[in-house]
């Protein structure tokens, strides 16, 4: 699995303004609503019951949140470079300014993992997160985030 399997360049936004990290995950529960069949409050909800059995902040200024829903057939991500970082109680207490959300399916249990992997493993490739803060527009920033696509044993550019 790859960042490009989960990720369109439509899901990807560039200097978002939040207040706070309960701000953030608002926020990205009305933009999760507008991909999937669940309510804002429905991931809002899920995504705090999340946070609530640790901090999804992976440290390096960088948040992974998720949440398992039954009405998400296949994973759906959603990428944010924030225009300010905010605290997000992460595991290195950095500051967080990238955040990749993950709507996944609630089973098979099978497809949670590698996308999780697969997101925390590109992110946290200093190279990769120093091509995103640098991106000067969400093209830029769909491209260091996805990276070159394999495609038929060929990397396709």
């Not at 608002?26 to 705090?48: M, Q």
């Not at 949140?65 to 290195?92: K, N, T």
């Not at 990238?98 to 697969?118: G, I, K, M, T």
Request: glycine letters at 6%; one cysteine or more.
């Amino acid at each position: 699995m790859q960042i490009a399997d989960v990720l369109t360049p439509d899901d990807v936004f560039i200097d978002w303004k939040v207040a706070d990290k309960s701000d953030l995950l608002v926020k990205l529960s009305e933009l999760g609503a507008t991909r999937v069949s669940a309510t804002k409050p429905e991931i809002f909800n899920a995504l705090s019951a999340r946070e609530t059995l640790g901090s999804t902040g992976m440290g390096g200024g960088v948040a992974l949140p998720h949440a398992r829903l039954a009405s998400v057939a296949d994973p759906i991500g959603i990428f944010v470079r924030l225009r300010q970082a905010i605290d997000y109680d992460a595991v290195d207490a950095a500051p967080v300014d990238l955040v990749f959300l993950l709507l996944l399916p609630d089973f098979p249990r099978s497809v949670q993992l590698p996308a999780l992997a697969c997101v925390a493993r590109g992110l946290r490739d200093p190279r990769v997160s120093s091509q995103v803060r640098k991106a000067r527009d969400r093209a830029e920033l769909f491209s260091a985030i996805s990276g070159p696509v394999e495609r038929d044993g060929k990397i396709a550019q």
